[in-house]
């Protein structure tokens, strides 16, 4: 009874509610309204509402929380409902919808129709919110979600912020407003730098929320409990131990429709500044002083701090690019990029990449980081992987051929685990090694489902936590070594391309790019 | 995906490595002093080799996997089929080391069987099966006190213990105390209780004095969760807090199903347990218990809390289950009062909100609603891994409020 409450008599009221305390699911945010803009797109059919309605599933959206929809098409409430029902229905990961968690769900959704370009659209918004506090008690807090072409960001801040939606607090009350942006955010380092200070002319850093999905990942988030929840791993996690470390994240698909977009952005701004990076970063920065969310981000763009941007010969040494052709995929034939919908039939845009890089720190110094990332190839995955030193004496090779060398993986997708390979002697007479892998699988020693990415990072914006969420100064460093990449590739003329079949690891070229430094591709 | 691999060890199936004895001498149906305790975990390893052999070609993918060790008491055959197929659902999630111990009045003096049999689970249809092992021992009542001592050298090493007692457990006696002394954590479900008041005080009681170190824990309490949570988002809003300081009324519902000679409450008792430790009441009067129906008034900071308990006979799904909570409040000062309800509907697929306060409108809301299987309040459950101080906070107050 350790409550400050209750003394006799008395009107104490509690500084907290201490019917949270101990909840297995201690975190519900309070009520608020979120707005997505580009509520009739893709993402937010396939990703934002499915993850809302599995939050209002699991009870964890607060009372009265509401949904407006800011799209152009003229729709109206009830179309625009129905036509999310369909959306739920088909990607939810948990279908088909429940009629009464629906029927709840609905009440709190709306509909502004209006071109992102048209102030009055912006001020009709600001009528809907302020009656929707009123009729659902959503007190005033928002949370914007910028699900729209980029080219729209930097116009829709804007009209945020004439439209006086975007201030932190409104006086007298705790309200807060919060904004979620997509990728890709910026297109080089330069553009990014300009749409930050968009956004800072009109938000606070704590109310801005980069979004990455990758780091709503489970599996993304255990690779900090790894390393630093246990005593084993750190002290190996070092260029005393570590020969190279290898990121790769393989797609299958191809770019699905998304041709425009891609010739823009190409694989190496779709992939590597963001994810990538991400991964990298986590792998690789030093232990932070807690877990808050700038104590972390601190360390995190440390890393990409020490990452010197390559010089133009250096991207010539250190990258490989490459463009699927025509191939097959699990048995089916499929087209080559340059014969995909709304692409330049003589595209040299990236569908693959390879790229070595340097983290220029105490720990890190030496030791290669190799990165592979394409679409169409064999399948797909996202693991990190470190490769340790040899033993120091082959004891067990008399025939001078080396062992194959400890490999820890940490896998991201599919399969979410860890594993570590290992040397075991095969029984019988004579000393016969065999590399072994002892393997740990989220799923089957936790065979909890995880919620989908979304659905934790849109709760925890919804809570202010942004630890998983990308500040300023990390995306912009991650910018200057993309930028520093895409602007050397300018210089030099482009390999012949396609220069790989759909449906194969890559080109020739990047198993050439390794094998110079001694090592490979982990097969995958 | 899911496939166990039964043998009774005495059976062909298995086949013997060469040149060792056969199972013939280890496990069948015999004299408990032939059970050599050693040679249940030589075929379990025979088991997997076999398992790993019929898998397929070289190097089969079949991995063993265990987070804890999981021992079962049961006293029917209904409650052994239970034990096996919960234990097959929880290898999704918790792959174990399951030890079943079942007593069987009927069996010869002295007399004792065991069976090993393995759970597999296929989570990915190209990855590797997840296998674990159940080992089942039955024992006459006579032998029920060396059934105890068979546990502990079939643990897996440095892994923790856990004992679930899925019926109405003795909490005392020396099969019991046996079995404690080798456990981390004791699972009960209070539901089960026969003689509930009397159950949940020892139950408390033992917890209260840290009982050989055990953590306890009550499916009763998994169950609260949703509750818990319902309840608490009433006082999320500041302007809703003071309200917790000001509780007048409390009426539970609950399910009492007709044919119960004793209504069990025990999930209502711990709810209040909960309430009360977390706001700091005290107990004042204690139960006072009429037919289905019982009443409790608490010290909530110097006044008086009235809590009813109403059972219903007219239902039931799940006896004992909470079907509904009121919580009336008054701010005297201000005169602000407010009425906050919870009631499932629709059998028990949709629970209904609502908050009335004087002199606004009311709001109320509907959400879907799950009473889920002992699979997931256990898997819940296992989900803490040490003490949970909150559910042992709750239950010695519980326990107290009875008298
Ligand atoms: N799709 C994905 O899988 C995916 C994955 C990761 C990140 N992203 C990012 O998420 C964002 C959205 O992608 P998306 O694929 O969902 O885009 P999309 O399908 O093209 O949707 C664009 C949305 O913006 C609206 N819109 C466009 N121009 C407008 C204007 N001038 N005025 C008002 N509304 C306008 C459209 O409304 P109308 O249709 O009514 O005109 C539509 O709702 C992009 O930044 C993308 O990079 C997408």
């Keep these: 009874m350790t409550l400050p409450i209750g003394t006799p008599g008395g009107v104490a009221t509690p500084a907290f509610n201490p019917l949270r305390k101990g909840l297995r699911m201690e975190r519900t945010p309070p009520p608020c309204v979120m707005v997505i803009f580009g509520a009739t797109g893709d993402l937010t059919h396939r990703k934002l509402l499915p993850a809302l309605y599995n939050l209002a599933l699991e009870h964890l959206l607060p009372e009265g929380f509401s949904v407006v929809g800011f799209a152009r098409r003229p729709l109206d409430d009830a179309k625009f409902q129905q036509g999310i029902l369909e959306s739920i229905n088909k990607f939810s990961r948990r279908r088909p919808v429940q009629p009464t968690v629906w029927e709840q769900f609905i009440k709190g959704i709306y509909y502004v129709s209006s071109d992102f370009t048209n102030l009055e659209g912006y001020q009709a918004l600001a009528a809907t919110l302020d009656k929707i506090d009123e009729e659902r008690g959503t007190q005033g807090n928002r949370l914007f979600y910028l699900s729209t072409p980029p080219s729209d960001y930097e116009i829709i801040i804007n009209n945020l912020g004439k439209a006086g939606l975007a201030k932190p607090q409104r006086p007298g009350s705790d309200a807060w407003t919060r904004i979620i942006i997509e990728k890709p955010f910026g297109h080089d380092l330069k553009s990014a730098q300009e749409l930050n200070d968009v956004v800072a002319e009109v938000f606070r850093e704590n109310q801005v929320f980069r979004i990455d999905h990758y780091l709503g990942k489970e599996t993304v988030q255990n690779i900090l409990v790894f390393r630093f929840g246990n005593s084993i791993f750190e002290p190996i996690w070092n260029r005393q131990f570590v020969d190279h470390i290898q990121i790769v994240v393989a797609e299958e698909l191809g770019v699905e429709g998304r041709g425009p977009y891609y ?45 010197k941007p ?37 595209s040299i845009t990236d569908t693959y990449v390879a790229i070595k890089l340097f983290v220029e720190n105490w720990r890190w110094a030496g030791v290669p980081i190799y990165l592979r990332t394409g679409k169409r190839l064999p399948k797909r995955t996202s693991e990190i992987s470190l490769q340790f030193k040899p033993a120091p004496q082959q004891l067990f090779s008399p025939s001078g051929m080396p062992l194959e060398p400890n490999v820890l993986v940490l896998q991201i997708q599919p399969n979410e685990g860890i594993s570590l390979k290992f040397g075991a002697k095969v029984p019988g007479q004579t000393m016969n090694i065999r590399p072994v892998t002892m393997d740990f699988r989220f799923g089957q020693s936790f065979g909890i489902t995880a919620a989908d990415a979304y659905e ?27 930028t520093s990449i895409t602007d050397g590739w300018k210089l030099h003329m482009p390999p012949a391309l396609p220069n790989y079949e759909a449906g194969t690891w890559g080109p020739k070229e990047a198993d050439e790019f390794i094998q110079k430094d001694g090592r490979n591709w982990r097969r995958l | 995906m899911t496939e166990r691999i039964l043998d009774r060890l005495d059976s062909t199936a298995l086949m013997p490595p060469p040149g060792k004895n056969t199972y013939e001498d280890v496990i069948i149906r015999g004299e408990a002093k032939e059970i050599e305790l050693a040679n249940i975990e030589k075929s379990i390893t025979t088991l997997w080799q076999v398992a790993t052999k019929d898998e397929s070609e070289d190097l089969a993918p079949v991995m063993r996997a265990c987070v804890f060790n999981l021992v079962i008491f049961t006293e029917s055959d209904e409650g052994l089929e239970q034990a096996t197929d919960t234990i097959a659902k929880l290898t999704w999630s918790y792959p174990c080391r399951a030890i079943v111990l079942i007593a069987r009045p009927n069996l010869p003096e002295d007399s004792m069987n065991a069976w090993i049999s393995a759970q597999c689970q296929l989570p990915d249809p190209n990855g590797m099966k997840v296998c674990c092992e159940q080992v089942t021992v039955e024992g006459s009542n006579l032998a029920m006190e060396r059934l105890g001592s068979m546990v502990l050298p079939l643990l897996v090493p440095d892994l923790p213990v856990i004992l679930w007692w899925p019926g109405d457990p003795t909490l005392q006696g020396p099969l019991f105390e046996r079995l404690m002394d080798t456990s981390d954590r004791l699972i009960v479900d209070s539901r089960r209780f026969l003689d509930p008041v009397c ?12 009982y050989r170190g055990v ?27 003071p309200y917790l300081s000001h509780f007048e009324d409390i009426v539970i519902d609950y399910e009492a199903p007709g044919k119960e000679s004793e209504p ?30 019982a009443s409790l008034i608490v010290n909530a900071g110097g006044k008086p809390l009235n809590i009813k308990f109403i059972g219903h006979n007219d239902c039931c799904e799940e006896s004992g289950g909470i079907t509904a909570i009121k919580i009336t409040a008054t701010i005297l000062p201000e005169n602000r009062a407010a009425t906050f309800s919870i009631k499932l509907k629709q059998n028990y697929e949709q629970v209904e909100i609502s908050t009335e306060e004087s002199s606004k409108p009311p709001r109320s809301r509907a959400l879907g609603f799950v009473r889920r299987d002992e699979v997931a309040l256990l898997s819940e459950d296992l989900a803490v891994v040490k003490h949970d101080r909150m559910y042992e906070a709750a239950l010695a107050l519980a326990g107290k409020l009875t008298g």
Aim: charged share 25%; net charge neutral; glycine share 6%.
């Design chain 1, 310 to 346: 390559l010089d133009a010969d250096e991207v010539v040494e250190r990258t490989v690019r490459g463009q699927y052709g025509p191939g097959t995929i699990f048995g089916k034939p499929v087209l080559g990029y340059r014969h995909e919908e709304r692409v330049n039939p003589n």
């Design chain 2, 215 to 241: 953590a306890f824990s009550d499916l009763n309490w998994a169950r609260l969760t949703p509750w818990r949570r319902l309840i608490a988002q009433f006082f999320d809003p500041p302007n809703m807090m």
């Design chain 2, 264 to 293: 069990n409450f025990s999930q209502a008792l711990l709810l209040v347990g909960w309430l009360g430790h977390q706001l700091g009441w005290k107990e004042a009067f204690s139960l006072q218990k009429h037919k289905y129906n």
């Design chain 2, 199 to 210: 159950s949940f005080k020892r139950l408390a009681a033992l917890s209260e004095m840290r």
């Design chain 1, 456 to 482: 934790r990072l849109i709760l925890d914006a919804m809570l202010g936590d942004s630890t998983l969420f990308a500040r300023r100064d990390e995306v912009e460093q991650a910018w200057s070594i993309v």
């Design chain 1, 263 to 307: 010739e823009e952005s190409g694989t190496i701004r779709d992939m590597v500044q963001n994810h990538m990076m991400q991964l990298l970063s986590l792998v690789c920065m030093e232990p932070p002083v807690s877990y808050e969310a700038n104590a972390i981000r601190d360390e995190k763009t440390q890393v990409l701090r020490s990452i």
